[in-house]
């Protein structure tokens, strides 16, 4: 399933982006002296919490979501994630006037799940521990006709999440800055690679990191080994949007060409770079939103010293009574 | 003083954007259905609280200061402010090569303190009820031989601020929207002098409403009066960004041209558009900085329900104690 014809290119991220025109927003790039300072080298963070459904993920599912023919649209779409994705492919249908049934985890958080029903997405709670979400998913996509929109393997997703680079490459150009590394949270890997592809034509001298719980390292892991390697079943973080049980098969052909290697975080580094986000940058992020922002604050690599480093706040979904309790946390 | 020499027009506001270049962020235009179901009419927010410094007061620092010749730098300037052109002026001196001092009430934010202070300004504290702000700042300039940077009666400041509404205009036009109503909150006026000097070119339909707090009204009344009035002494808010005691004689005289009436809101509405702009929006913002969007969920005119409203956020530099308190509160 990873031969060539199944990866994305440069130009379908641009193809991508011509898809997405009015229908996503352009995030900005922000930056402050005591994040500089803290992390030892000058950050740029783009702010894709700030994305239409608070999250990234509105990119892919519109980019896969225009492509679905008239005729099949009426039987709508199929979804499973723990809340990100749930909203884009939820809102993406919305726009273009197809039916949604979303399954979720029972333990996401209320904003997502809210998030998702505000758009008229049906959603289908499961037990993430006793019950398979694909299994849940593909039975009902079959009784309905509907199409089952993958989080991150997938062609079309990883294409439309690359926007993100695609605008962060320029926007960085027209800032006239050349960004030496870039780091990027990742759970089953669309968006880093999405990126990686634009930064690949735009931007070739970044080297593209990723950002992972420390017990939940499963890309890390897999860039060391050179194949993809799993993570244990039941670790646990507070990361809830990144954890994925291993690195997609096309997203890792990818990142396994163009990544540099990953950087692991604790829930108390994602703590505190939220606290250092809100504060900073004024912006909301969730944990799991954060990990880049807490890799490049707590685990920089060496040779980022001193760099200029691009960073993805990618979502900032977290219910408010956690978002309070993580600032007035100390860790 | 108001002749009309003294005035900025369109032109200068447009000569600001040349001026900021490369310096002040193009902040992101945002929205969510759960706020225009609340307000009744479609809002759109620019998050100014995503400038840098945390305020739209880099714009007009930095037109200022942008404009001190070569042999006026070396003495610097002086501003008095509660703190967020306070971080502006820091900002733009340092970015100028100026030494900056800066008067501040001694019961600002210390968020706003700690910014001035971060910069390289030097902070000069006054007791509120005591003490003139002005006569500080005078003998502080007359002694340096600097420069006293107004808060908003400059026409340099006035139209620097202006370039807020310049790009607001123009994402609306990229949108294919028109505002047919703008709220801003207003304190001395310059802000939202210099967006209706913008909005007066470029999209004339917009009625242009100020927003202040209920025992802070000055705008609203002397509006209503056609005549600049004052505050009551002593009068109290949590907004304290925009607690000035009367509107400027340059920005009333171009307001009482351009602007449509005066919205009020209480502290209560304050925390409440903080929490729903932190929920939906994803960003921190400050009681004053958030002070329109209060106005358009509670207290909007009857003539804008039902239509598009452009709301500014114009800053987020809270403590993030305050902040907190906030969040936790149901008002």
Chains 1, 2 share one sequence.
């Not at 990818?254 to 829930?267: H, P, Q, V």
Request: net charge neutral; glycine share 10%.
């Amino acid at each position: 399933m990873t031969d060539a014809a199944n990866l994305p290119t440069f130009d379908d991220v641009l193809a991508a982006a011509q898809r997405q025109r009015g229908l996503v927003r352009i995030t900005p790039v922000l930056s402050h002296a005591e994040i500089d300072a803290e992390a030892g080298a000058r950050i740029f963070v783009k702010a894709e919490c700030l994305q239409v459904t608070g999250s990234f993920k509105m990119r892919g599912a519109t980019n896969r979501l225009a492509q679905i023919s008239d005729q099949q649209r009426a039987a709508g779409v199929v979804a499973f994630s723990s809340g990100n994705h749930a909203q884009g492919v939820a809102r993406a249908a919305r726009l273009f006037g197809m039916p949604a049934v979303i399954v979720m985890p029972s333990d996401a958080p209320q904003v997502k799940i809210d998030g998702v029903k505000a758009d008229g997405g049906e959603v289908v709670l499961y037990d993430r521990n006793a019950e398979s979400r694909e299994e849940i998913s593909n039975r009902l996509a079959a009784k309905r006709g509907a199409i089952v929109v993958p989080s991150y393997d997938d062609k079309d997703i990883i294409a439309g999440q690359g926007t993100a680079g695609l605008e962060f490459a320029r926007q960085m150009q027209d800032a006239g800055e050349t960004l030496d590394g870039l780091i990027c949270c990742t759970g089953g890997g669309g968006l880093i690679t999405g990126i990686a592809l634009a930064f690949e034509r735009l931007s070739p001298e970044t080297r593209i990191w990723t950002a992972e719980p420390e017990a939940h390292d499963d890309w890390a892991r897999s860039l060391e080994a050179g194949e993809i390697v799993a993570n244990a079943p039941g670790t646990r973080s507070i990361c809830d949007a990144i954890l994925t049980p291993e690195p997609g098969k096309l997203t890792f052909a990818i990142g396994k060409r163009l990544l540099a290697g990953g950087l692991r975080i604790s829930d108390g580094d994602a703590r505190h770079a939220m606290r250092m986000a809100a504060r900073h940058l004024k912006i909301v992020s969730e944990p799991g939103g954060a990990a880049a922002l807490a890799a490049a604050l707590r685990s920089l690599p060496a040779e980022l010293k001193g760099k200029r480093v691009g960073v993805l706040v990618t979502g900032g979904n977290v219910d408010m009574a956690d978002f309070q309790k993580v600032l007035s946390s100390t860790d």
